[in-house]
């Protein structure tokens, strides 16, 4: 007897907090609850929108811009600081949730997450629904979800659903692609709504004619290979909804430690960002001593004066969370890329590839040994007498 196999549908959800910073400060202060506000940094200085409430979006407040904008745009417009503590705890309870319903679970960021529902045997909608219900009433918190059977599908989903509600209020909706529909929704959409398609290449595309997602997945092979090169295959399959990428489940540990600075004016000097330099290298380092972390992958961040930005990384021989360790391959990345006496805007440290602290020591080398003890001698003090009580003598040099 032949035996025949079914392949189980996958039931994949997209998970995003409406407007995450903004509810959380609703919750912690309920008279801003409908009001015109945002958060974000300082209008005197270069400080951002971070987040905007459903009714300042409404008057055209958008995360990114400059907040001095935000302000001659709407000058009643209510700024709040942000509040990271806060958004960080309510961020892991809502994960808590997510992983007790299952625990294939792909954090994506702070407030957005992808689940694989597949074992389940409910509907994907009420899956959706009773998870939507159940982030309201345990953290007070509202929220979107797009349904489909994959991640690619599943996230636009939830990215046109929210863009229909514009109420001034949080969507809280819930939208759902059924199997074998994944090209249709898609077709009408602008091309900028697949992944894989930039701005850059978008507006290339739009020139020729080539404005939604059906009409890319429409074009020929010879068209895909002259606009995607290699991708063209896999930009089609996009393009037709067709995605099977796995829900990565996590520990809900961080995949990253960064630090980055936005600076009030420009910099071009050498000495000056060297040593705003070492500063987030120290932070980076501390945050990853705190956590009992470390790892093996530096990368810098850079964005210019135009707002041109890129990374550079370098893989180190063993893990770390020493500061020196970081500063050092943060510097040499920094010098070997930087353009010299080109004005920066922002600059960042981060640290990838985490782990647990280990160190193979060699037989006459005491030197790291030393070094961590000299460490966490420095962590010592700076937290019974704050940060500020010990420095090296070199970064009193120069001070912005």
Not at 121 to 150: F, H, M, Y
Not at 340 to 353: F, K, Q
Not at 371 to 387: H, N, P, Q, S, W
Request: proline residues 4%; positive net charge; aromatic residues 6%.
């Amino acid at each position: 007897m032949r035996a025949i196999f079914k392949t189980m549908k996958r039931k994949i959800i997209h998970l995003d907090l409406d407007a995450f910073f903004c509810s959380v400060e609703e919750l912690l202060d309920p008279s801003l609850k409908g009001k015109v506000f945002a958060v974000g940094g300082s209008p005197t200085g270069r400080g951002v929108i971070t987040s905007a409430s459903y009714a300042a979006r409404l008057l055209g407040v958008r995360s990114a811009m400059p907040t001095r904008e935000a302000l001659n745009l709407v000058p009643n417009l209510i700024l709040v600081r942000s509040g990271f503590r806060h958004y960080s705890e309510y961020s892991d309870k809502v994960m808590e949730i997510l992983r007790d319903t299952t625990p294939v679970v792909e954090q994506v960021s702070v407030d957005e997450a992808f689940l694989d529902v597949s074992d389940m045997p409910q509907p994907i909608s009420s899956i959706a629904c009773d998870l939507q219900k159940r982030v309201l009433n345990e953290t007070g918190l509202p929220c979107s979800l797009g349904c489909a059977t994959s991640k690619l599908v599943a996230k636009i989903a939830n990215d046109y659903g929210k863009k229909q509600v514009k109420s001034g209020l949080s969507p809280q909706k819930v939208t759902v692609i059924e199997e074998g529909k994944e090209a249709e929704f898609l077709a009408p959409l602008d091309i900028q709504a697949l992944w894989g398609v930039g701005p850059k290449t978008a507006t290339h595309l739009r020139q020729r004619g080539i404005n939604t997602i059906g009409r890319l997945a429409a074009l020929s092979d010879a068209d895909l290979k002259n606009y995607f090169g290699m991708h063209g295959v896999s930009m089609r399959r996009r393009a037709q909804g067709i995605d099977a990428s796995p829900v990565h489940p996590d520990s809900g540990e961080p995949k990253s430690v960064s630090n980055e600075v936005t600076f009030h004016e420009d910099q071009d000097e050498e000495v000056s960002l060297l040593y705003r330099l070492r500063g987030l290298s120290e932070k980076v380092g501390a945050r990853l001593r705190k956590a009992d972390l470390a790892g093996s992958v530096v990368q810098i961040k850079i964005r210019y004066s135009d707002f041109s930005t890129f990374t550079r990384q370098a893989s180190l021989k063993e893990c770390t969370n020493l500061d020196q360790d970081i500063f050092d391959t943060a510097q040499d990345l920094f010098l070997k890329h930087w353009v010299r006496d080109r004005p920066v805007r922002l600059l960042g440290v981060g640290v990838t590839n985490l782990d647990k602290p280990h160190r193979q020591l060699g037989l006459f080398d005491n030197d790291g040994a030393k070094r961590e003890e000299l460490t966490k001698a420095v962590d010592d003090l700076r937290e019974r007498f704050g940060k500020d009580i010990i420095k090296r003598a070199d970064t009193l040099k120069k001070k912005n």
